[in-house]
């Protein structure tokens, strides 16, 4: 017997369950902060640069590579003092290297 399931939106699927709505909205967040630096970030290094995990401690950017990483954890008090005028601050920045092309 096969069953017909109709197929939904992400944005249904969110709706349906609060689990799933709440990444979506972390997901939300953490895009809404990095375009709140991007006009500080080279722009040489932006398409380098993901938006990733956020949690209530630290805010998590997600680099094609090293020498990424080098340039940003220069700018990092920058970065963060920019959040915080914004009223999207985090504690803490962390870099993470993903070896994966965008």
């Not at 020498?67 to 920019?82: G, I, S, V």
């Amino acid at each position: 017997m096969n069953r017909y399931h109709a197929p939904v939106s992400l944005l249904q699927a969110s709706q349906s369950n609060p689990d799933l709505a709440k990444l979506m909205e972390l997901q939300r967040e953490s895009s809404a902060r990095l375009q709140a630096i991007s006009g500080l970030i080279p722009e040489s290094l932006r398409a380098g640069i993901k938006a990733g995990p956020i949690d209530e401690k630290s805010w998590c950017l997600i680099l094609n590579n090293n020498n990424t990483a080098a340039k940003l954890r220069q700018l990092l008090p920058a970065l963060e003092a920019h959040l915080r005028v914004k009223g999207l601050g985090v504690n803490a920045i962390r870099l993470k290297v993903s070896h994966r092309t965008f």
